[in-house]
């Protein structure tokens, strides 16, 4: 079936360093992809997305490309800050199941 | 901006309780999810919802489980005799026909404690 996956945190990194956090996808069809961001004690919100091959999603500073021929959907951000701080989720949403399929997390610790 | 509303924030029951966790999904969507996420694990899907019936339901989301729209503006999920494996924080969403193109709005979850 459909599925992600997510690099293995923690990822752990300095205030103004470049993040990369790599995610790739199974899917029949041709899903569109998402990155979602939970925040310490709060719900899931959605950070960016990418509905067809070579879309780029960006908001807040993160970027994320579709690419199809490599089935990669990696979140990238030029210069992280402390705020920043939280577990970052790879979806997909794909139309065979109907629903969204996240991958299993990867947690960003950003430190002065 | 719209918001998914979820009640309580936190629940402790004991085992074998029922529990019903409550949602106000946004007012224009008309499809409804709930999701599971047990503590530092994976965001699991549990069951989605159209047109007032169960579309599609995971393993998980077994005879125990139950959904409802009682009233055209809540959505419920029912947990008949909770164990301690329900612990989990449970994760009402919402999204508008095109769901592939926007994705779902979340709520900011129910933790549900099992004693």
């Known amino acids: 079936g459909d599925s992600v996956t997510q690099m293995e945190g923690p990822v752990t990194l300095s205030e103004e360093a470049f993040l990369t956090i790599n995610c790739t996808y199974t899917?029949?069809?041709?899903?569109?992809l998402f990155w979602y961001v939970q925040y310490p004690g709060e719900g899931l919100q959605l950070l960016l997305k990418?509905?067809?091959?070579?879309d780029k999603g960006s908001n807040k500073g993160f970027e994320a490309t579709y690419r199809k021929e490599t089935t990669s959907f990696h979140l990238e951000k030029g210069s992280v800050q402390v705020s920043d701080s939280a577990v970052y989720f790879c979806?997909?949403?794909?139309?065979?199941?109907?629903?969204?399929?996240f991958g299993a997390g990867t947690r960003l610790a950003v430190h002065p | 901006e719209p918001e998914v509303t979820q009640t309580p924030s936190h629940q402790v029951t004991q085992m074998g309780q029922e529990v019903i966790l409550r949602c106000v999904p946004i007012?224009?969507?008309?499809?409804f999810y709930w999701y599971r996420q047990i503590l530092g694990q994976k965001v699991e899907f549990l069951v989605s919802?159209?047109?007032?019936?169960?579309?599609?339901k995971s393993e998980i989301f077994d005879d125990q489980f139950s959904v409802e729209r009682p009233d055209g503006s809540n959505f419920t999920l029912k947990i008949r005799s909770t164990k301690l494996e329900d612990s989990a924080m449970y994760f009402c969403?919402?999204?508008?026909?095109?769901?592939?193109?926007?994705?779902?709005?979340f709520g900011s979850g129910t933790r549900l404690t099992v004693v």
């Open positions: 969403a919402s999204s508008e026909v095109g769901a592939r193109n926007y994705g779902y709005t």
């Open positions: 899917a029949t069809g041709y899903p569109s």
């Open positions: 990418a509905t067809k091959a070579d």
């Open positions: 979806a997909l949403f794909s139309g065979g199941y109907n629903k969204l399929i």
């Open positions: 007012s224009n969507h008309l499809y």
């Open positions: 919802f159209y047109n007032n019936e169960i579309s599609e």
